[in-house]
């Protein structure tokens, strides 16, 4: 089975913070995503890479930065964490073959107070 | 309009009703599919995943896909309260550089009920 593992499931930060969340998954998939999930407006796309070192914006890059060293690792960086970011925060991850599907994981709750 | 809209809910049923699930999209490229099932504080876990038009069958799920109506449902049959999560559907284009992103649904959520 494709595991993706989000390193944290629930943080609280400050306002002004530099916040990390990391992901990794363990099925060599090329393709890495960051998503944002939030009630009535659904999945929003952070951020996704394609390639080590490569990355993309999606829909909503503001506020936000990633990391892809290795394979197998893509982080989401907040440099400097405000409320709006309270959110539920998914990472995903797909071969790039037929059918395009993708893989979460279990999702990061982050407060921002 | 929205590339892909679906219904938020929520929907409550009784145990071992017959539940209908449905998104409409606009786009005409998307060939690919999926459907995924999010319970409570967790992440998305895909359930079924179709290729163009046509049925696919996998125990009580039921994923149909109509392109020419732009149409897709997911049927549960004899539901049961394990079944109450989030659904949301997912589609794409065909393969290739700059498809790797799903277009998501916001999702419906389901209710269960013993």
């Known amino acids: 089975d494709v595991k993706v593992t989000q390193s944290s499931r629930y943080l609280v930060k400050r306002t002004g913070e530099k916040v990390f969340l990391e992901c990794v998954q363990d099925?060599?998939?090329?393709?890495m995503f960051w998503y944002r999930q939030d009630p009535g407006l659904g999945l929003r796309l952070i951020y996704f890479?394609?390639?080590?070192?490569?990355?993309e914006k999606g829909d909503i890059p503001e506020g936000y930065s990633v990391s892809r060293e290795k394979k197998e690792r893509f982080s989401l960086i907040l440099e400097s964490a405000s409320t709006n970011q309270t959110s539920m925060y998914l990472c995903?991850?797909?071969?790039?073959?037929?059918?395009?599907?993708?893989?979460f994981g279990e999702g990061s709750w982050l407060t921002v107070v | 309009q929205k590339e892909v809209e679906q219904d938020p809910g929520p929907l409550s049923v009784p145990e071992g009703a017959i539940v209908s699930l449905n998104c409409t999209y606009s786009?005409?490229?998307?060939?690919?599919f999926m459907w995924y099932r999010q319970y409570s504080r967790k992440g998305p876990e895909l359930l079924m995943y179709?290729?163009?038009?046509g049925n696919k069958e996998d125990g009580r799920f039921t994923a149909q896909v109509d392109k020419s109506s732009k149409y897709i449902s997911l049927f549960i049959r004899d539901s049961q309260p394990s079944d109450s999560a989030t659904y949301l559907c997912?589609?794409?284009?065909?393969?290739?550089?700059?498809?790797?992103?799903?277009?998501f649904g916001k999702g419906t959520k389901l209710s269960v009920i013993p």
């Open positions: 995903a991850s797909s071969s790039g073959d037929f059918g395009n599907t993708i893989y």
């Open positions: 997912a589609m794409s284009s065909s393969p290739g550089a700059g498809s790797y992103q799903l277009t």
């Open positions: 890479s394609y390639d080590v070192k490569m990355k």
């Open positions: 179709t290729y163009s038009s």
């Open positions: 099925m060599d998939h090329e393709n």
């Open positions: 786009n005409s490229a998307f060939q690919y």
